[in-house]
Nanobody, 127 residues
C-alpha cells in the first residue's frame, strides 16, 4: 500500500490544520491507521490512531482534546484534525499502517512495527 500525506503548513499558535492521508494500491478497510511525528533531533513518536473498524481512537497525552483522527474508508483516506496548535507540535507528520486489524495500544504505538509509511508533511507552529 502507498500512502500520501498532505495538509501540513506554517501556522501561528492556536490555529488549526487538517492533515490527510490517502492510500492507494489497496483498501484501508480492515486496517488500523496511525499518525506519527518526528521533530528535528528527536525520535519518531506516536500521535494518534484509529482502529480498523473505527471503534477506537488513541492519542498521545499531549494532543488529547486538541487532535481528532477519523477515517473515510470509501475514499481510502484518514484525516488528522489538529486544533489549538502549539509550538511543541512542530514536526514532520507521517501516516502509517501495518495493513492489519490491530487493536492493542501497546502495539499501535511502536513505530518500528510499521512497514507502510507516507512521505511526511511538515507542520510548523510559530509566532
Amino acid at each position: 500500500v502507498q500512502l500520501q500525506a498532505s495538509g501540513g503548513g506554517s501556522v501561528q499558535p492556536g490555529e488549526s490544520l487538517t492533515l490527510s492521508c490517502v492510500a492507494s494500491g489497496r483498501t484501508i478497510t480492515g486496517a488500523t491507521m496511525t499518525w506519527f511525528r518526528q521533530a528535528p533531533g528527536k525520535e519518531r513518536e506516536f500521535v494518534a490512531a484509529i482502529t480498523w473498524n473505527g471503534a477506537k481512537t488513541y492519542y498521545r497525552a499531549g494532543v488529547m482534546g486538541r487532535f481528532n483522527v477519523s477515517r473515510d474508508d470509501p475514499n481510502n483516506t484518514v484525516h488528522l484534525q489538529m486544533d489549538r496548535l502549539e509550538p511543541e507540535d512542530t514536526a514532520v507528520y507521517y501516516c502509517a499502517t501495518e495493513g492489519l486489524r490491530i487493536d492493542s495500544f501497546s502495539a499501535i504505538v511502536q513505530y518500528r512495527r510499521y512497514p507502510f509509511w507516507g512521505q511526511g508533511t511538515q507542520v510548523t507552529v510559530s509566532s
